[in-house]
């Protein structure tokens, strides 16, 4: 069975800052990693995902970097906007015995002060 | 046209009730999933289905019974409500099983009193 372990529960950022999501898996046999994001009242959305055959990936104000020898990958949000205030969940596949569904991490409620 | 629609948005029942809640997505996708949220925020897997096919039971009381009428529904009746069984229920799909993106429908709020 996989298991996802995300940190920190909560992060609280000013405008402008730079917001940090670490985590970290256990085994997978797939290589896919995706973030959602999840607005109050709403279903979570993706973000961003990496496929890593490269070690990051940049979107917008959003990176993955991955780290596959350590089993961690991590969400950054750069110059952070209000409008970022939100859930955030990684995922990682299971492992070989459970096939290439998804296991979501606990979640990160990012608040960015303005 | 939203993508994955779910009914009712919300339900507030009386312990040992029957309800279902019902989901429909028009992307066309082959595996669509329930997800349940506690409070915490936690998003944990109960059922998904592939073409109609069930492949994924998580161990989720037997009072939790999914039925997939065809490939664009997928309904969730729950029998004998219990207060724990308050949160919120997400459906979701994606164009096939695994690696794919998951598109999430809008949530129903159930509150067991």
């Known amino acids: 069975q996989q298991q996802v372990k995300q940190s920190p529960q909560s992060l609280i950022v000013q405008k402008g800052g730079i917001s940090i999501i670490n985590c970290a898996y256990e085994?997978?046999?797939?290589?896919?990693f995706p973030w959602y994001q999840q607005f109050p009242g709403k279903g979570p959305a993706l973000l961003i995902a990496?496929?890593?055959?490269?070690s990051e990936k940049k979107e917008g104000r959003f990176t993955i970097s991955f780290n596959k020898s350590a089993k961690q990958f991590s969400l950054h949000i750069m110059d952070s906007q209000p409008g970022d205030s939100a859930t955030y969940f990684c995922?990682?596949?299971?492992?070989?015995?459970?096939?290439?569904?998804?296991?979501f991490g606990e979640g990160t409620q990012l608040t960015v002060n303005p | 046209d939203t993508a994955v629609s779910q009914t009712p948005k919300y339900l507030v029942t009386q312990m040992g009730n029957d309800k279902s809640i019902k989901c429909e997505q028009n992307?066309?996708?082959?595996?669509m999933y329930w997800y349940k949220q506690d409070s915490k925020k936690f998003l944990k897997i109960m059922f998904s289905?592939?073409?109609?096919?069930?492949?994924i039971n998580e161990t989720v009381p037997n009072r939790f019974s999914p039925k997939s009428p065809d490939k664009a529904h997928l309904n969730l009746h729950i029998n004998s409500l219990e207060l724990g069984d308050s949160a919120v229920y997400f459906c979701?799909?994606?164009?096939?099983?695994?690696?794919?993106?998951?598109?999430f429908g809008p949530g129903t709020r159930l509150l067991v009193l």
């Open positions: 979701a799909s994606s164009q096939a099983f695994g690696q794919e993106t998951q598109y």
């Open positions: 085994n997978t046999a797939f290589d896919y």
């Open positions: 990496i496929r890593p055959d490269v």
């Open positions: 995922a990682a596949p299971g492992g070989e015995t459970s096939g290439s569904r998804l296991t």
């Open positions: 992307l066309g996708h082959d595996t």
């Open positions: 289905y592939n073409n109609k096919e069930l492949i």
